[in-house]
């Protein structure tokens, strides 16, 4: 019950701390293209591996800064890894198809500072930075290496940590966190709009520019203590965490503007493109800063409950809240017209998210031997922040417009050299005949039914076996469908015959359709995990197999649904793009002389999901 704002799985980092003795350690993790096996569309099309290195050294130093009273720890790593993506243009470019380099680097840094105040009472201070760059992004399929992105990623974090024991039973730890995160994402190459055309895409990435600053601070006490009573051994445990988040940055897709080509010019080369008129034109126009505050509270309280010997049980209580999505500061022309039809527009703070948590351990014959263990448990996860930016864009305070015409109403080249002109006529606070954005009216925090049970055996003293089942649903998960929306579909007219939230059919005939993004989705995971672990003098092994079914209705938040009438979402109920059925792992440590250790692993997989049309570009 301690942990919250997530339904996946948590890791759970402690940083190592110096001691009264300086001590290091140094490593080196390293990989090329030699240990990867060919994916299944490199063997269709009898191509071979495409190059990969990936270079991870690193080191630690820690010693005292006063013996028995205050030490010292340091880390840094440096992740230097070569990917590459494989870009097909139908042999119509063949200079630019080919392996094409996205290089990665990153820097971790770690300081980390113990201090003893008086017996019983410790301060801890830790600093960590993390700096990585990936240049090349977004490249691959047809899409030109021209077409690519320098995404950076810039994190600093401090914590400071006071412990303090009282007597023997009972521990209370106050935890404060200041982070800063900043994303940037830039086209590699701004000069030139975007340009698609049927066998390949180069210029200005659609994505970019945007940036993204988070600003967190968080504060969290946990209080722990140990007591005999009702018939066992109960080590209880309650907190409670705030934390506040501020969302800076900006937005702006399309700002180089993209044009479509659905037929091939003659010459069919780059420069061809630049100059003629396109099918269709997309573009956008407004300011895209945004500047928003959220904030988090939560609080628990826990009871591990000793029955017997060999029988413990884990009870808990988790209550928590989101603040900030479900403010209702905004003025479109969506709520507007939801309002004037009489139906809600707005939105209600959920105060109601209590997840319940059971679990039990039972040590079978007393000897730690053979342990049977469950759990269950529901568990909240947090609204993704980029929803609640697309209603932004819709404000008419501040409008972002985005327009698609077609065809286009001028070339490539005269939008590269007029682009802040045209930009700036593309601006209508009206959105008269625009795409709108909305956040549902009903939005309620995503959350899921978590299951688990399982055993471990210990078969000799050298070797065990775990076997676990898993069985997670997910409930009011974030996806996106269509509002005020006609279609053509082989010559018949479609609309939409339901919305769940606003009139059918065409109901604002002053704009054009409305994108929502709200609970939709649901899924289901079901998993079996079995584990063998070899324990020897100088060597431990490891080999895992994982058998898995993962289904949902969409992918993520974008995802929008294939039944054009909103009538029956559960027709795109199917494999989640990451379904992986069957995976295979092998790894041991082994030790050398003068105090070495050599690590290896090996991973084996079926593939994931894919589409009729998919490694066609």
Known sequence: AEFGRSTGGLVNVITKSGTNQFRGTGYLFARDEHLNAKTYFEKQANAGKPPFSQQQPGFT??????KDKAHFFFSYEYNRRNDYATIFTNHVLPAEEGAQPKPFRDHLITAKTDFEL?????LTVRYALEDQKRQHDFIGGNTLASAGALNTNVIHSVIGKDTVVFGNSKLNEFVV??????????AEDNTRPGIRTPDFTYGANL????QTIQRRIQLRDDFSFRKEAFGGDHDFKAGAEMLRSHYGGFFTPTLYGLFTFTTRLPGNNLNSYLNAIADSFSGSAGNTTFDDNWTYVATYFQDDWKMKNNVTLNLGLRWEVQVGPYQNNRQ???LTKLQAAGYPYQRSQDWKDFGPRVGFAWDVKGDAKTVVRGGYGIYYDEIFQNITLYEYWSDVRQPVNFLAISPAPFTPAQFAANRDALRRGFLDPTFAGQRIQLLAPGLKQPYSH?????????LSPRVSLDADYIHAVGRREIARWWLNRTYNVLGVKVTNASTRISPAGVFDSAHG??????????SRIDGLYVTGKVRMPKAQIITTYALTKAMNLADDFGSSPEDLTN???EMDWGPMANDIRHRFTLGGVFSLPAGVQFASSMQADTGKPYNPVAGYG
């Open 118 to 122: 008086r017996p019983g009472n410790t």
């Open 332 to 334: 479109t022309p969506a």
């Open 207 to 210: 994505n970019t520019p945007q």
């Open 177 to 186: 966190l200041f982070q800063r995160f900043e994303n940037n994402i830039t």
């Open 567 to 569: 009538l029956n979402w």
């Open 513 to 522: 359709e409305y994108r929502v993004e709200g609970n939709r989705n649901h």
């Open 450 to 458: 978590q299951f688990n049970a399982g055993f471990s055996h210990q």
């Open 61 to 66: 130093f820690g010693g005292p800064i006063v």
